[in-house]
């Protein structure tokens, strides 16, 4: 049987969420836009456009101040299907977080009713499938949000904002996998919130975009189709400066015209990248890595000339001689001081976190993957590591 006509399927899509500001209209509410300046979206996680807000990577967050008394997430749907693709999570005026599940029909997401007055709501992506394609057509794991449906006159102020800014580079380490357990499946035992990545940005006074994909390593493809981090050569084989296959998160150069995205304003201060568990897993040699290893930060500063950047060893110790390596290589070349090798195995982080095994280990549910105490001590002894090479 034929696919249904592409053009079709992004009319029908866009009457919905035409349909969406339709009803919001009728019943006294005002829709606030997703490039409202005093709404704070990560800013390395969220391809952000004039109409929309998208992330795939679980642990983006975004936070707003609001008055009134209605919250409704308004959503573009991908389909009529049930089928459930991500788990987020959100916290209104400090309370408790509240959890909810998507499914590829969910077109908005009722926040809460609250009590009139100001609010603060601070969202994030808890978990997502694996499975499910997260780089192409779309992607369909993606949660994209148009909108913020809210009380006919609400206002919206700035949002207090730690000073800093982080962005991480990980595998399933970094958005959360198996933190909670190991046998619930993606939507159940992941979440990208109780990470080291959050310990991290507390310590470094940061707010800190998480760009983690599970089983991708600097030379192995990650779930859902994503590229390896970097493939020499290959801008197409490389995740690392996109945030899916048609969006750039850093442009190839200054000349590049970003079609229908807004540009990021800002630059990172702290950029930490701790590949290598999945290539050591798989086999990769250690020329590979290391040549791999090279090209990011090669690459990556090139894109951010003022980060300080944090080549990090896996907690579990994998290709430590490989990074290491290019590590001393790219120093030896550039002599650049606001780069950084941190090896934490003399802190003994790798205990219980070096192979897969069943019952899992001390520190982890499947010998490999933190869990949330592991995950919140590692983020402090990155932390303790890291802040005093800080300029």
Not at 342 to 365: D, K, M, V, Y
Request: aromatic share 10%.
């Amino acid at each position: 049987a034929q696919s249904a006509n592409p053009v079709m399927k992004i009319r029908v899509r866009m009457m919905a969420v035409f349909f969406l500001l339709f009803l919001a209209c009728l019943s006294n509410a005002d829709v606030i836009s997703t490039t409202d300046s005093n709404w704070y979206f990560t800013e390395w996680n969220w391809i952000r456009t004039s109409e929309y807000a998208q992330s795939a990577n679980p642990g983006s967050y975004f936070k707003i101040n609001f008055t009134g008394t209605r919250a409704n997430l308004l959503i573009q749907n991908k389909s009529s299907s049930n089928e459930q693709f991500m788990v987020v999570t959100w916290s209104i005026d400090d309370a408790p977080f509240q959890d909810a599940t998507l499914t590829m029909s969910t077109n908005h997401l009722n926040l809460g009713s609250l009590s009139d007055g100001n609010h603060f709501l601070i969202f994030f992506i808890k978990a997502s499938q694996q499975a499910i394609d997260r780089w192409n057509n779309g992607p369909p794991d993606a949660l994209k949000i148009m909108g913020l449906e809210v009380s006919t006159g609400s206002k919206t102020s700035p949002v207090t904002l730690r000073p800093k800014r982080i962005l991480t580079y990980w595998d399933s380490i970094g958005e959360g996998v198996r933190v909670l357990g190991a046998s619930g499946g993606d939507l159940v035992d992941n979440d990208a919130r109780a990470t080291w990545a959050m310990s991290l940005a507390t310590g470094m006074n940061a707010e800190v975009s998480m760009v983690g994909w599970g089983r991708q390593g600097y030379t192995v493809t990650g779930n859902g189709n994503v590229p390896p981090l970097i493939t020499p050569g290959d801008d197409a084989a490389s995740a690392w400066n996109k945030f899916d296959a048609a969006h750039y998160r850093f442009p190839p150069n200054s000349s590049f015209q970003l079609e229908n995205q807004l540009e990021i304003q800002v630059e990172p201060d702290y950029i930490f990248c701790g590949h290598g568990t999945n290539d050591g897993l798989g086999g990769r040699s250690t020329e590979a890595v290391m040549q791999s290893a090279l090209a990011w930060l090669v690459a990556m500063r090139k894109a951010c000339p003022k980060s300080t950047i944090f080549l990090t060893v896996p907690f579990g110790g994998f290709t430590k001689d490989a990074l290491s390596e290019a590590f001393a290589k790219y120093q030896s070349g550039n002599s650049d001081e606001n780069s950084h090798l941190i090896n934490l195995n003399f802190q003994e982080s790798a205990i219980g976190l070096t192979n897969f095994r069943n019952g899992g280990s001390c520190f982890s549910h499947d010998g490999i993957h933190p869990d949330m105490t592991r995950d919140g001590q590692l983020g402090a002894l990155l932390t303790s590591q890291a802040l005093p090479l800080v300029k």
